[in-house]
């Protein structure tokens, strides 16, 4: 499985935007990346994904490098209720099911 | 309806206890999973279900016992557990290929 690489934490200002990078290096062709965050003792929540293209939703954007060897989470304009950990996730689809394989995930503080 | 519905929220349970944790979905979504989370580490995969069958186990101990009685309900069954098995218990459910929608999770205590 694809593995992803983040740094283990990041302080962002209140109405900032905040840029969260991941290395997955190894992924193949046809594996997507995902981002989840998870505010304390809650399930994991759904951000983004893509593919190849950047993609951009109500929650955030995210930017994929050509060779799809890494990719950046961004959070236009970050509020102190983003403070969370976010995962970013190479989701491996196999025959039997999805497999979305956690890494350590970045912890997210918001200052005022 | 995008909610993933856990219960119980928090359990406490003895080594000897039989305990189940349940997960309930109304989206269509036919695949389901479970997850473990011990404090401060990320989520594991434990057992996805996909059309009501078990088809991926990641070697996981036997006192777990995952069921899928129909499309909408998973059921994780407690036996025998050991403290180093508390931890946050995730449900997670998805169209076969799709976005994983989850749970708020059991936190289950063993004492």
């Known amino acids: 499985d694809a593995k992803t690489t983040q740094p283990p934490s990041m302080d962002c200002a209140e109405g900032r935007a905040a840029n969260l990078p991941c290395n997955h290096s190894?992924?193949?062709?046809?594996?997507?990346v995902y981002w989840y965050r998870q505010i304390h003792s809650q399930g994991p929540q759904y951000i983004i994904h893509?593919?190849?293209n950047n993609e951009t939703n109500e929650m955030a954007s995210l930017i994929i490098t050509e060779d799809r060897k890494s990719s950046t989470l961004i959070l236009p304009h970050a509020t102190l209720r983003d403070t969370a950990v976010y995962y970013c996730?190479?989701?491996?689809?196999?025959?039997?099911?999805?497999?979305?394989?956690f890494g350590g995930g970045t912890r997210v503080l918001v200052k005022p | 309806d995008t909610e993933v519905t856990q219960t119980p929220k928090h359990l406490v349970m003895g080594m000897t206890n039989k305990k189940s944790l349940k997960c309930e979905q109304h989206?269509?979504?036919?695949?389901m999973y479970w997850y473990k989370q011990k404090a401060k580490k990320p989520p594991e995969l434990m057992f996805v279900?996909?059309?009501?069958?078990?088809?991926i186990n990641e070697s996981v101990p036997s006192r777990f016992s995952p069921e899928c009685p129909n499309s909408s309900l998973l059921n994780l069954h407690l036996h025998a557990l050991q403290p180093e098995d508390s931890a946050l218990y995730l449900c997670?459910?998805?169209?076969?290929?799709?976005?994983?929608?989850f749970g708020s999770g059991t936190q289950l205590s063993v004492l």
């Open positions: 893509g593919l190849k």
């Open positions: 989206m269509g979504h036919r695949a």
């Open positions: 996730i190479v989701r491996v689809a196999t025959a039997a099911g999805n497999k979305l394989t």
């Open positions: 190894t992924i193949s062709g046809n594996e997507y």
């Open positions: 997670a459910s998805s169209h076969p290929q799709g976005k994983l929608f």
């Open positions: 279900y996909s059309y009501e069958k078990l088809s």
